[in-house]
């Protein structure tokens, strides 16, 4: 099939892409990488009156580093976050997140930006996001303005980002020395959404956890993050800590969908299997991490 007619914008700078997001009002859509949107269009799955692309507007494809923050333009392609030598110092749970999106030829194309405002609740990014505490900035005819990943999603492939909003850059905070994180997904296929997917981080101090972060994708309508069980975990020294009880009570907390790919039932037995190997890998990298 081909997409229904639109109009299509090519602005070169953020202030004109802002200003024709505007002058479309609500039939106007973001284009950035063009991995999700574009089969949707081909499908007729939705139709916009005008696309504004920003495939053309520079400024927006960036990586570096602010204080403790790497901060990363939209438009940078997750083939150079993937290969990017001061993120995989920096945030190594980024890089590691990116090489399980789609395939090499995906990740030549797809944006940083474009996954975390399409929202996927089984893509990698936005659950990345969520479990680092990363902030969005956005900017449209009011301004700029920053989001907390914890605030930024409101259900399946919805934010709050408003309709003439742009999202500009994401900026993941730098763990202290003593983390580690690690990603665990079960796809169909390799390349595939994840079916379940975990995403654990933790910061060891004296051999005690100090920090923890998990979250989920792929098992709600949105990336969901566990900060009661997290907070179970502080304090505790790492050695006593059970990952697979850990992950069978988390899974005890969750109602996944059931769909044409996965029960709910299904869903719940990976998570907890998931859950315990993404944080049995975290530990053991933060260990390795405290006695290099």
């Given at each position: 099939m081909k997409p229904a007619p639109f109009a299509y914008e090519a602005p070169t700078t953020v202030s004109e892409a802002v200003d024709c997001?505007?002058?479309?009002?609500?039939?106007a859509k973001v284009l950035a990488g063009g991995q999700s949107l574009v089969p949707v269009l081909a499908l007729r799955l939705a139709r916009y009156e005008a696309l504004v692309d920003l495939n053309r507007v520079g400024e927006l494809d960036y990586?570096?580093?602010?204080?403790?923050?790497?901060?990363?333009?939209?438009?940078?392609?997750?083939?150079?976050?993937?290969?990017?030598?001061?993120l995989r110092a920096a945030i190594p749970v980024l890089r590691e997140?990116?090489?399980?999106?789609?395939?090499?030829?995906?990740?030549?194309?797809?944006?940083?930006?474009?996954s975390v405002a399409h929202g996927d609740p089984a893509a990698e990014y936005p659950a990345v996001a969520l479990a680092t505490d990363a902030t969005i900035t956005v900017i449209g005819?009011?301004?700029p303005r920053i989001i907390e990943a914890a605030d930024l999603y409101d259900g399946p492939m919805s934010t709050t980002?408003?309709?003439d909003e742009i999202l500009t850059a994401v900026a993941f905070p730098v763990?202290?020395?003593?983390?580690?994180?690690?990603?665990r997904e079960m796809a169909r296929r390799e390349g595939d959404f994840a079916t379940v997917g975990v995403i654990a981080g933790v910061t060891l101090a004296d051999d005690r956890i100090s920090r923890a972060a998990l979250a989920l994708f792929g098992v709600g309508a949105t990336p969901m993050r566990f900060r009661q069980l997290e907070g179970e975990l502080l304090g505790a020294d790492f050695l006593a800590v059970d990952p697979t009880d850990f992950g069978e009570t988390l899974a005890q907390r969750l109602d996944p969908p059931n769909d044409v790919h996965a029960s709910t039932a299904y869903r719940?037995?990976?998570a907890a299997r998931l859950v315990a190997e993404?944080?049995?890998?975290?530990?053991?990298?933060a260990r390795q991490e405290t006695t290099s």
């Open positions: 997001l505007a002058s479309h009002g609500e039939e990586v570096r580093r602010e204080g403790s923050t790497m901060v990363i333009g939209a438009m940078t392609r997750q083939a150079t976050i993937e290969r990017d030598p001061t997140a990116t090489r399980l999106i789609g395939h090499p030829q995906i990740r030549n194309r797809g944006t940083l930006g474009g005819p009011a301004g980002l408003a309709e763990w202290c020395p003593g983390s580690g994180f690690a990603v719940t037995r990976v993404a944080l049995d890998a975290a530990l053991d990298t």
